[in-house]
């Protein structure tokens, strides 16, 4: 009898192991893989396991709230439901966080869930910083000789030609008076202005080539200096920001008209406001090097933003930007128009700003000659384009031969719709 | 004293060389020179410029202060649109967002134009963090290491309009407020085509809305 039932059991027995040794194995698997998932999809939106953000940091979480762990999770669950129970340190954590981020969301998690979260938060450690990106902070190369120095290298050169010029006289006094001496004839030096002549007679090819190379060279310099007067094509003033269009725009994917909204609305592109930095930076803290970490912290400190304790203090302080684009007074230029109706690309007229420019400068000449030249090589963008309905119709309603007129080389032109008029762009 | 003639001479050749050695090495910081500086300074006062230097009137004091003003507290906008000129009245309180979940609906139409026009501000200003299918994986969460949006088709898979709205105006948890950058018109056209976003099924365009509005747009 005992045998008989001694086979069935032993066979029970394993397969109760067997199920058990699984059930561990798979619960162990939710923990260790699926608590990031998890901790990605519910929590880090609000939450970062080692620093505060909207809500406070989770690592720990689970030994603050030591002896009220049943609590912690219904909180996670129903988070009003627990604020209505007046726990005193549910109520101290909603005395320091819920006037700056509101009351928690419930989360529609389990509890095997919440476990596996926790165990992954509280496991986790910083990851080891990969080796330097090569995108490190670009150093700015000395351009040529600072005014100092090339001052200073030309004193330097004075004072060596008037040494030797004194100890050229002296030597030549005294060849005089040795010769006065010896009682030889007194023979009277040439001034320096005879040598002078009498060097450019011996030499006069040379001195005629090398005077009109000197007047050609001139004439080229001067005609290129004055030809730069008001042209400021280059200019990229240091900001006080070093902000990084390439990393923003580029890398990141971040549409230009995202930060220059206005480019949407108005005459100007606009200089992004803080606030607009902020809607990425109050949580994006750390820069891929450490200089764009000090960079992030101008932001912070023009907004008055304090990291730790997630909150505005109220202390402001303006970016002092520098403006890099001047038109002058009675040009007129609207980025609306050229954007939105005319569909024109950014990278046209300020060049490919998410590969090459770090902040700002400016890539157009922005001279008249420019503007014009665009307007009669571009191609007005008609297709399916809404703001050209009405010209379309009177072109066709004049019998077409106006049409006609215009399509001569199959094309319409800005400069044909009126884009050289003198008024469009002076008045 | 011919010597010192010379000496002299030379100093004043010396001091031309200086001059035009200094007078070509160019300030980074200044754009250059102007031809005409009154065309560059407009006696009306233009965005962005600094306010020392307004033709006319040069005020030092003024030197490097804030050119961009804020509008005077309780500034109302006068637009053609008197959706956009309405200002949103439920507070930046967590009842606030309850309540906006509640009540408020969007004041249009959600035609196809409507959405696609959405859709246009979707991708200028939502893709980069909430991603094409909005499940939160745009560049900026990805490559810019910004922590991760819920996912429209997730988590807030049933979050009503309102809430929307609510969130775009004020901003909520790590989302900031766009109400900068976008009009109420704009933010509920990117709402329409969030919701098409959440996998709750294409919201249908009432046909006879659509026309009774062409008709009162006549």
Redo the contacts between chains.
Sequence with gaps: MKDILRGPNLVLRSLWAVIVMVVLISSGNLSAQDGEALF???C???H?IDEN??GPALQGATSRWKGKEELLYKWVKDPAAVKEMGDPYVTKLLAEW?SK???MTA??VSDEEIAAIFEYVDTWTPPVPDVPLAAGPVEVAEKGLS?TW??II?FIL?IL??SLLGVR?SLSRLNASVAEAEGGEHVEEP??NERAKQWVWENKVFVSITSILVVVYLAVVGYGALM?????QG????QPIKFNHTLHAG?????C??CH?SALKS??AG?P?A??C???H???S?GRTDDGTAEIAKIYAAVGWDKENQEYTGEEQ?I?W???H?L???AYFNHQQHYVVGQIECQECHGEVQEDYTVAGQHAPLTMGWCIDCHNRTQVAMDGNAYYDEIHERLVENGKEELKKYLEDGSITARELGGWECSKCHY | M??QL??VG?LLA?ML??AA??GC?RD?????????P?????PAVE??V?YAEVRDTIRPELH?V?S?RKPVVGTVPMTDNAIDDMPYTLPN??AG?EKAGEVLKTPFTETEEFIAEGQEIY???C???HGETGA?D???IT?????????YD??LKNLPEGKMFHTLTY????????A???TKTERWKVIAYVKTLQGNGEPVAAEVEETEMAETAE
Excluded: W
């Design positions: 990605r999809a519910n880090s939106s609000c970062k953000m909207t819920e981020a509101g009351l989360q529609a005014t090339l001052l030309f004075l030609v008037f006289s001034s320096f730069e007067v008001g042209v400021y200019y990229t003033p240091e890398d990141n994917g971040i549409a008209v995202y909204s005459k100007h200089i406001s606030n607009i902020m809607n990425c109050k949580s994006v750390k303006p002092k520098v403006k890099v001047n002058p007074d009675h | 011919k010597l010379n000496i030379n010396g060389v200086i050695l200094t090495i980074e910081q200044s754009p250059g020179y102007e031809y005409m009154d065309m560059y300074r407009s965005a962005y600094d490097t804030m961009a309180t967590t967002y991708n200028n200003f893709l980069h963090c939160g745009g560049l900026v490559n810019g290491g910004h922590p991760a949006p819920q996912a997730g988590p901003g909520k948890g790590a989302m900031g407020s766009h900068s950058q976008l």
